[in-house]
């Protein structure tokens, strides 16, 4: 059984950085499209970055792009999102997602496994 476990959030300043891990267990995480998407009550899940099985591709959405980064190691199971330069805007509940094979998905529909999140708050 396929799950997934991110740890990392917390409450931080404008312009701190923290760093997200998502942890995947009951399989190779080789085998997975990996996805960090973040969400606020009331409104629609987000994708804020995807990366493919091997980390040779990446996507960022437009709002993060420059300021955050997405890695993996599939070695040790593992998914980070490097965020820098935060801004209060960036407050949202954090969640990884893994889907089995190739591509870069970038839908929430199209993954498979969720985390159960990790709250991000940034004040001003």
């Known amino acids: 059984q396929v799950q997934l476990m991110e740890s990392g959030g917390g409450s931080m300043q404008a312009g701190g950085s923290l760093q997200l891990n998502c942890t995947l267990s009951?399989?190779?995480?080789?085998?997975?499209?990996l996805g960090w998407f973040r969400q606020s009550t009331g409104k629609e899940r987000e994708v804020v970055a995807a990366i493919n099985y091997n980390g040779g591709r990446v996507y960022y959405a437009d709002s993060v792009k420059g300021r955050f980064t997405i890695s993996r190691d599939n070695a040790k199971n593992a998914a980070y999102l490097q965020m820098n330069s935060l801004k209060p805007e960036d407050t949202d509940e954090y969640f990884c997602a893994a889907v089995y094979g190739g591509g870069l998905p970038r839908i929430p529909s199209q993954y498979a496994f969720w985390g159960q999140g990790t709250r991000v708050t940034i004040s001003s």
């Open positions: 009951g399989s190779r995480l080789v085998d997975y499209a």
